[in-house]
């Protein structure tokens, strides 16, 4: 079955515990991306990855990191998290960076919260 | 800049009470316009791809159309299960391939 996985789906942390958000996909997908999604403010890019060893910031990139050193995994990292980046987030995969890049396949996503 | 304004932020009605949404865009050169699906609690989930405008796609009741300045996505005589969030996103020919979302319209279907 085609999916895209994240973990973990629900996590409470405190203020600058480093955290991971693992992201992985079994479509052979080339293009992957991170979304948080808040209220009143709907989806918003944080990273995205066009294929492996490429990485390129979103609309809101501060406080994350990502890599990728796989094509099917696309990690999300928290070094420091703050209250702030409580939400809940997003990972997707399309086939192609180039063609059809809209037509994402996202998982089921993760809730953070960071007191 | 990219922008989607979706409206209304919400719509209730009737089972078999046909409407339409709307999904008006600002883009430099579109490279396409996308239409999703989101369940509470779960992930965005892919519909429609329009490019040009004129272009239109059905699946179902759901049938999505496309002019220069908006898209709008009609339901036809919708079922209680077509009940979810629509979210519209665009493709700008300067954006890097950044899709821009709307805010989303909260569609209830009443039995």
């Known amino acids: 079955e085609a999916q895209v996985t994240q973990n973990p789906r629900y996590l409470i942390t405190v203020t600058g515990k480093k955290l991971t958000v693992t992201c992985s996909q079994n479509m052979n997908h080339e293009y992957m991306s991170w979304y948080r999604q808040d209220p009143g403010l709907g989806l918003r890019q944080i990273y995205y990855?066009?294929?492996?060893?490429?990485?390129d910031k979103g609309d809101v990139p501060e406080g994350y990191k990502v890599s990728r050193k796989e094509k099917r995994n696309f990690p999300l990292i928290l070094e420091s998290p703050s209250p702030n980046q409580t939400s809940l987030y997003f990972c997707?995969?399309?086939?192609?960076?180039?063609?059809?890049?809209?037509?994402?396949?996202f998982g089921e996503g993760s809730r953070l919260t960071v007191l | 800049e990219d922008q989607v304004t979706q409206s209304p932020e919400a719509l209730r009605l009737q089972e078999g009470e046909s409407s339409s949404l709307n999904c008006s865009y600002t883009v430099s050169g579109l490279r396409g316009l996308f239409w999703y699906r989101q369940d509470p609690g779960k992930g965005p989930e892919f519909l429609f791809t329009?490019?040009?405008a004129g272009e239109e796609k059905e699946k179902e009741r759901l049938k999505a159309t496309l002019t220069k300045k908006e898209s709008f996505l009609h339901i036809t005589a919708p079922k209680p299960e077509d009940s979810a969030t629509y979210l519209c996103a665009v493709q700008g020919g300067s954006s890097n391939y950044k899709l821009t979302f709307g805010k989303g319209t909260l569609l209830t279907v009443n039995p």
């Open positions: 997707a995969s399309s086939l192609s960076g180039q063609v059809n890049t809209g037509e994402l396949f």
């Open positions: 990855s066009m294929n492996v060893e490429v990485t």
């Open positions: 329009l490019y040009s």
